[in-house]
Nanobody
Framework: QVQLVESGGGLVQAGGSLRLSCAASGTIFRVNTMAWYRQAPGKQRELVAS???????IYADSVKGRFALSRDNAKNTVYLQMNSLKPEDTAVYYCNAVVLGTPGTTWYDSWGRGTQVTVSS
């Protein structure tokens, strides 16, 4: 069993910054891709950014140049630095990790409970 604990959400004015963190703990042999998704009211959940264990990143077009994703493999933790925030970034942000619990088992998706990010205009 793996738990993803998110932190760092909150209320910020447009143009401001926030840093989200997500730490994976529990029965972990290896963590592959880690990512942040977000879901705004009435909209589908969408990928914000992802990072492989080797550090390769992918960003949604809407956040390129404003958000930066990094990870600490030793801590199984991923960080999302969000700058120049806009009201349209308002959403619940969810952490995701692809985890191998024990050798010889199957990789699986683990999700955090989400953290609210609200950007006021």
């Amino acid at each position: 069993q793996v738990q993803l604990v998110e932190s760092g959400g909150g209320l910020v004015q447009a143009g401001g910054s926030l840093r989200l963190s997500c730490a994976a703990s529990g029965t972990i042999f290896r963590v592959n891709t880690m990512a942040w998704y977000r879901q705004a009211p009435g909209k589908q959940r969408e990928l914000v950014a992802s990072i492989t264990s080797s550090g390769n990143t992918i960003y949604a077009d809407s956040v390129k140049g404003r958000f930066a994703l990094s990870r600490d493999n030793a801590k199984n933790t991923v960080y999302l630095q969000m700058n120049s925030l806009k009201p349209e970034d308002t959403a619940v942000y969810y952490c995701n990790a692809v985890v191998l619990g024990t050798p010889g088992t199957t990789w699986y998706d683990s999700w955090g409970r989400g953290t609210q990010v609200t950007v006021s205009s």
